[in-house]
């Protein structure tokens, strides 16, 4: 064994789980950031259908009821 290897021994297996840990850290830190973005963007879609009155709902199709429906959802469905 080489002195290069001596020197890296355990520690080159460290820094790869560590790594390792870093990466699954920030995969889990990115997938909830986008799932906080989608929730805001339905909370504020849903605020947006809220104002809008019954003839414009109707004008998109969308039944006055359906949209109350839809308004009282919570921002995570």
Known sequence: MSTIDTIRGSG??????ARSQNSGLLHT???????????????????????LSNDLLN????EPAEARREIKRFFWN
Request: hydrophobic share 40%.
């Open 12 to 17: 080159g297996a460290e820094s790869h789980a």
């Open 29 to 51: 830190a990115s997938a909830l950031i986008r799932w906080f973005g989608n929730a805001m963007t339905k909370r504020r879609t849903r605020m947006h259908l809220s104002e």
């Open 59 to 62: 004008d998109v199709g969308i």
